[in-house]
């Protein structure tokens, strides 16, 4: 398995985020969600979908080919 770091961040239901993974690819996502807070703790659960997609993969690059 690759390890990878991914950041985001989120204003209201809206999230996005991207995330490097060892390999040296790049991912990039979206995604909404809600939540309710439970009882009077400060704490909130909740449910999110969201889609993410590489946005570059060293390997697959354009690369030039000698003859």
Do not use: C, E, H, K
Request: charged share 5%; net charge positive; aromatic share 2%.
């Amino acid at each position: 398995m690759t390890q990878q770091i991914r950041i985001g961040t989120g204003v209201g239901p809206v999230g996005v985020g991207v995330g490097v993974s060892q390999s040296g690819q790049v991912y990039g996502g979206a995604g909404v969600g809600a939540s309710v807070p439970v009882g009077n703790s400060g704490v909130r659960a909740g449910v999110g979908a969201g889609a993410g997609t590489v946005l570059y993969d060293p390997n697959t690059s354009s690369r030039v080919s000698g003859p």
